[in-house]
């Protein structure tokens, strides 16, 4: 399988030339970084010129005035992602030409649609993941950074926390808002490091533990107001099983998938050699949509019967996660 990517002047000269800026990055950039991600160890452009050469400042290409023999071949402004050079390896056409400024928003939506994961749940895939994507559309440009944009969609998380605090209708239902929000925004991060190619196990680690920052001050929080509504100190343990469980939860996932080495995206599955029935079940609940159970009790001011939920069922799911643990590590301490 060749390893060198070529990419050489397209037959058709259009209205876009290859330094043009598509979602943050030069077209022929970006197409080079995907190439480097894709594991292609050498990266040649043909007969490039002094802007086209300014735009790969940095990345390692070679430029030449013919491609290297066996090379993989590749016009300068088609916009492929990373997964789309496989296909080219194995001689399937893949990308967007892009010839003409009209092409460069179906090249947008083509980038932007590769975002989508297969194991969205429901209505993260039909509507945050379209909310989010049009906001990463926005920001691609921006100086904001996906770290940065984790750290702000953490804030919107706890500040939502802080409306759980006063158990009526009213302030539940804007908390629930921005425990969504904060879901929705959560989407960014990942998709501008994705299309700026600035993945970093930091950032994994930051957007992992910053989710379960905020489950921990929803939780929290619920179980504060409650106490406070009733006079009474029990909501305060219904809390304190749905905080510990999942603090342990998220310890016992980082520890067996996360502590590691690993390449591509950091957190993937609670399971670490390939799924199971019971992995892919608790690969399920840890998907969001239920912060619209969330959204719909708090709407009647009955957030506080999800607190019950998660008292029951985070332990339930520590449990799963420490017999999908077990089951993984009993093959390798027997070998």
């Not at 808002?177 to 989407?187: A, K, M, R, V």
């Not at 050699?273 to 959204?295: H, N, Q």
């Amino acid at each position: 399988m060749t390893t060198t990517l070529a990419l050489i002047r397209p037959a058709e000269t259009g209205e876009a030339p290859p330094e043009t800026i598509l979602l943050g990055l030069p077209l022929i950039r970006r197409t080079v970084l995907a190439a480097a991600r894709a594991g292609f160890s050498r990266v040649a452009v043909v007969c490039a010129d002094e802007r086209a050469r300014a735009a790969l400042a940095g990345t390692g290409a070679e430029f030449l005035t013919a491609p290297p023999e066996g090379a993989l071949l590749l016009p300068w402004t088609t916009v492929v992602a990373v997964r789309d050079l496989e296909l080219l390896r194995a001689g399937a056409a893949a990308g967007v030409p892009v010839r003409t400024r009209r092409d460069l928003r179906r090249a947008e939506r083509f980038l932007l649609d590769g975002l989508v994961k297969d194991t969205e749940g429901f209505m993260s895939r039909h509507f945050e993941r379209r909310v989010s994507l049009a906001i990463s559309r926005r920001l691609a440009a921006t100086s904001v950074s996906p770290n940065a944009m984790t750290i702000f969609s953490v804030c919107v998380g706890l500040l939502g926390a802080v409306f759980f605090l006063r158990p009526v209708a009213p302030s539940e239902t804007i908390g629930a808002l921005l425990f969504l929000l904060h879901s929705i925004l959560d989407g960014c991060d990942g998709e501008l490091a994705r299309l700026r190619f600035q993945e970093s196990r930091w950032g994994g680690l930051l957007d992992f533990w910053g989710d379960n920052v905020v489950h921990v001050g929803v939780f929290s929080a619920m179980a504060i107001g409650w106490s406070r509504a009733v006079g009474q100190p029990w909501p305060l343990l219904l809390g304190a099983l749905a905080v510990l469980a999942t603090l342990a939860s998220a310890y016992l996932v980082y520890s067996h998938t996360m502590a590691g080495p690993k390449e591509g995206p950091l957190f993937t599955s609670v399971a670490a050699s390939g799924p199971s029935r019971l992995s892919r079940v608790a690969d399920a609940l840890t998907r969001r949509d239920f912060i619209y159970l969330v959204l719909i009790l708090s709407l009647f001011g009955k957030a506080r019967w999800f607190l019950v939920l998660a008292a029951v069922g985070a332990p339930v799911y520590f449990l799963a996660l420490t017999a999908i643990t077990l089951a993984e590590r009993r093959p390798r301490s027997a070998s």
